[in-house]
Protein backbone atom coordinates (compact mmCIF):
# COMPACT_ATOMS: atom_id res chain seq x y z
CA UNK A 1 0.00 0.00 0.00
CA UNK A 2 1.13 3.49 -0.94
CA UNK A 3 0.94 6.50 1.20
CA UNK A 4 0.89 10.14 -0.49
CA UNK A 5 0.76 14.01 1.36
CA UNK A 6 -1.92 16.06 0.10
CA UNK A 7 -3.11 19.56 1.09
CA UNK A 8 -6.86 20.16 1.78
CA UNK A 9 -8.17 23.56 2.76
CA UNK A 10 -4.42 24.43 4.35
CA UNK A 11 -4.23 21.14 6.29
CA UNK A 12 -1.68 18.13 5.16
CA UNK A 13 -3.35 14.64 5.05
CA UNK A 14 -1.72 10.94 4.42
CA UNK A 15 -3.60 9.21 2.45
CA UNK A 16 -3.38 5.39 1.80
CA UNK A 17 -4.11 3.43 -1.25
CA UNK A 18 -3.25 1.24 -4.08
CA UNK A 19 -3.93 4.25 -6.62
CA UNK A 20 -1.23 5.94 -7.89
CA UNK A 21 0.66 9.12 -5.97
CA UNK A 22 -0.55 11.24 -9.11
CA UNK A 23 -4.61 10.28 -9.05
CA UNK A 24 -4.46 10.93 -5.30
CA UNK A 25 -3.42 14.34 -5.49
CA UNK A 26 -5.55 14.76 -8.54
CA UNK A 27 -8.35 13.55 -6.25
CA UNK A 28 -7.48 15.94 -3.30
CA UNK A 29 -7.02 18.35 -5.35
CA UNK A 30 -10.23 18.21 -6.38
CA UNK A 31 -11.64 17.80 -3.18
CA UNK A 32 -9.68 20.68 -2.15
CA UNK A 33 -11.04 22.75 -4.87
CA UNK A 34 -14.64 22.22 -3.74
CA UNK A 35 -13.91 22.37 0.13
CA UNK A 36 -12.85 26.30 -1.60
CA UNK A 37 -15.83 27.23 -3.54
CA UNK A 38 -17.93 26.38 -0.41
CA UNK A 39 -15.71 28.00 1.88
CA UNK A 40 -15.66 31.23 -0.27
CA UNK A 41 -19.50 31.21 -0.83
CA UNK A 42 -20.05 30.90 3.09
CA UNK A 43 -16.82 32.10 4.87
CA UNK A 44 -18.02 31.60 8.61
CA UNK A 45 -18.09 27.84 8.04
CA UNK A 46 -15.92 25.46 10.35
CA UNK A 47 -13.83 23.27 8.33
CA UNK A 48 -15.79 20.62 9.65
CA UNK A 49 -18.85 21.80 8.31
CA UNK A 50 -17.63 22.70 4.79
CA UNK A 51 -15.90 18.96 4.27
CA UNK A 52 -20.01 17.56 4.78
CA UNK A 53 -21.26 20.28 2.66
CA UNK A 54 -18.51 19.40 -0.15
CA UNK A 55 -19.28 15.18 0.54
CA UNK A 56 -22.87 16.35 0.20
CA UNK A 57 -22.20 17.79 -2.76
CA UNK A 58 -19.85 15.19 -4.34
CA UNK A 59 -22.68 12.29 -3.40
CA UNK A 60 -24.48 14.33 -5.02
CA UNK A 61 -23.22 14.71 -7.91
CA UNK A 62 -21.79 10.85 -7.86
CA UNK A 63 -25.59 10.07 -7.66
CA UNK A 64 -26.58 12.53 -10.70
CA UNK A 65 -24.02 10.50 -12.95
CA UNK A 66 -25.09 7.15 -11.81
CA UNK A 67 -28.04 7.48 -12.32
CA UNK A 68 -27.57 9.33 -15.82
CA UNK A 69 -24.48 6.46 -16.59
CA UNK A 70 -27.87 3.69 -15.84
CA UNK A 71 -30.17 5.32 -18.25
CA UNK A 72 -27.85 5.34 -20.74
CA UNK A 73 -26.70 1.62 -19.77
CA UNK A 74 -30.43 1.07 -20.42
CA UNK A 75 -30.67 2.62 -23.72
CA UNK A 76 -27.83 0.60 -24.48
CA UNK A 77 -29.29 -2.73 -23.30
CA UNK A 78 -32.77 -1.74 -25.23
CA UNK A 79 -30.79 -1.14 -27.70
CA UNK A 80 -28.67 -3.98 -28.01
CA UNK A 81 -32.05 -6.05 -27.98
CA UNK A 82 -33.40 -4.34 -30.90
CA UNK A 83 -30.38 -4.86 -32.58
CA UNK A 84 -30.58 -8.50 -32.25
CA UNK A 85 -34.33 -8.55 -32.77
CA UNK A 86 -33.26 -6.95 -35.90
CA UNK A 87 -30.42 -9.39 -36.78
CA UNK A 88 -32.55 -12.19 -36.07
CA UNK A 89 -35.69 -10.61 -38.59
CA UNK A 90 -32.94 -10.23 -41.15
CA UNK A 91 -31.23 -14.19 -41.19
CA UNK A 92 -35.30 -15.04 -41.40
CA UNK A 93 -35.92 -12.89 -44.15
CA UNK A 94 -32.70 -13.91 -46.10
CA UNK A 95 -34.07 -17.55 -45.45
CA UNK A 96 -37.13 -16.82 -46.96
CA UNK A 97 -35.56 -15.21 -50.04
CA UNK A 98 -33.08 -18.55 -50.23
CA UNK A 99 -36.39 -20.51 -50.12
CA UNK A 100 -38.14 -18.35 -52.76
CA UNK A 101 -34.98 -17.93 -55.22
CA UNK A 102 -34.99 -21.30 -54.96
CA UNK A 103 -39.08 -21.90 -55.21
CA UNK A 104 -38.65 -19.48 -58.57
CA UNK A 105 -35.57 -21.45 -59.93
CA UNK A 106 -37.64 -24.49 -60.15
CA UNK A 107 -40.46 -22.75 -61.56
CA UNK A 108 -38.11 -21.25 -63.95
CA UNK A 109 -36.83 -24.79 -64.88
CA UNK A 110 -40.67 -26.26 -64.80
CA UNK A 111 -41.64 -23.58 -67.07
CA UNK A 112 -38.88 -24.07 -70.03
CA UNK A 113 -39.47 -27.55 -69.82
CA UNK A 114 -43.29 -26.72 -70.34
CA UNK A 115 -42.07 -24.42 -73.02
CA UNK A 116 -39.94 -27.59 -74.68
CA UNK A 117 -42.51 -29.82 -74.30
CA UNK A 118 -45.31 -27.16 -76.04
CA UNK A 119 -42.98 -27.03 -78.82
CA UNK A 120 -42.33 -30.57 -79.41
CA UNK A 121 -46.53 -30.89 -79.62
CA UNK A 122 -46.94 -28.43 -81.80
CA UNK A 123 -44.21 -29.31 -84.02
CA UNK A 124 -45.67 -32.97 -83.80
CA UNK A 125 -49.08 -31.84 -84.73
CA UNK A 126 -47.55 -29.89 -87.94
Known amino acids: MKTTKVRICNTE ?5 DESEEYIEKIALF ?9 RENPKLS ?24 KQKDLMDEFEKKSKD ?3 RVRLLE ?17 TKTEEQLKKAQNEFR
Do not use: H
Open 47 to 70: LSTAAVLTAVNVSYDYFKERDQAN
Open 86 to 88: QVS
Open 13 to 17: YVIKG
Open 31 to 39: VDKKMNSII
Open 95 to 111: AKIEKLTQANSELKETL
